[in-house]
T-cell receptor, first 116, second 116 residues
Framework: EAQVTQNPRYLITVTGKKLTVTCSQN?????MSWYRQDPGLGLRQIYYSMNVEVTDKGDVPEGYKVSRKEKRNFPLILESPSPNQTSLYFC???????????????FGPGTRLTVL | AQTVTQSQPEMSVQEAETVTLSCTYD???????LFWYKQPPSRQMILVIR??????QNATENRFSVNFQKAAKSFSLKISDSQLGDAAMYFCAYRSADFGNEKLTFGTGTRLTIIP
């Protein structure tokens, strides 16, 4: 089954304790992205990657890191989490094919992160 | 930068009735895509309908249809014969048609309640 998986689905942690949220897709998609969802703000892009070893900042990258060592994986790293990073996080992926930009992004199930 | 505005934080509709959710956007691009996503309590992001800006014909998917007014930069979602399963948060989103410009820009969402 074609899907985007995220782990963990729920996480409660404390300020300053490094954590990683994993994202994996089995569709051979080039493009992967992280969004955070906050009440009243919708979803905002944190980081994205166009392919292996190619990453770039989105609209709200402060406090986050990413890596893209393999095509299927795109982990989100919080080196020193703070309470303002409490949010719902989504990973998404899409096949990039020139001349065929109509296809949708596939979203993971979301990770609910609470930083105390 | 593109912006997407959903001015109705909450809407409610009687079961079997019709409801329209509003969305406006701002862009200087001439070619782009617009989407409506549904987020039920499970938090999964589900694509409801999409519209290509160069198409004048409004998209339709079963009970869901859009009213796309390019000149007015308006993209409303009409849900006919509302069902209890339609209760969810609905997000309007924009994406450029430029190859490589993959970011989805979301509105702040409209929470739809279905009254039995």
């Amino acid at each position: 089954e074609a899907q985007v998986t995220q782990n963990p689905r729920y996480l409660i942690t404390v300020t300053g304790k490094k954590l990683t949220v994993t994202c994996s897709q089995n569709m051979n998609h080039e493009y992967m992205s992280w969004y955070r969802q906050d009440p009243g703000l919708g979803l905002r892009q944190i980081y994205y990657s166009m392919n292996v070893e190619v990453t770039d900042k989105g609209d709200v990258p402060e406090g986050y890191k990413v890596s893209r060592k393999e095509k299927r994986n795109f982990p989100l790293i919080l080196e020193s989490p703070s309470p303002n990073q409490t949010s719902l996080y989504f990973c998404a992926s899409r096949l990039m094919l020139r001349g065929w930009s109509y296809n949708e992004q596939f979203f993971g199930p979301g990770t609910r992160l609470t930083v105390l | 930068a593109q912006t997407v505005t959903q001015s109705q934080p909450e809407m409610s509709v009687q079961e079997a009735e019709t409801v329209t959710l509003s969305c406006t956007y701002d862009t200087s691009e001439s070619d782009y895509y617009l989407f409506w996503y549904k987020q039920p309590p499970s938090r999964q992001m589900i694509l409801v309908i999409r519209q290509e800006a160069y198409k004048q014909q409004n998209a339709t998917e079963n009970r869901f249809s859009v009213n796309f007014q390019k000149a007015a930069k308006s993209f409303s979602l009409k849900i006919s014969d509302s069902q209890l399963g339609d209760a969810a948060m609905y997000f309007c989103a924009y994406r450029s048609a430029d190859f490589g410009n993959e970011k989805l820009t979301f509105g702040t969402g409209t929470r739809l309640t279905i009254i039995p």
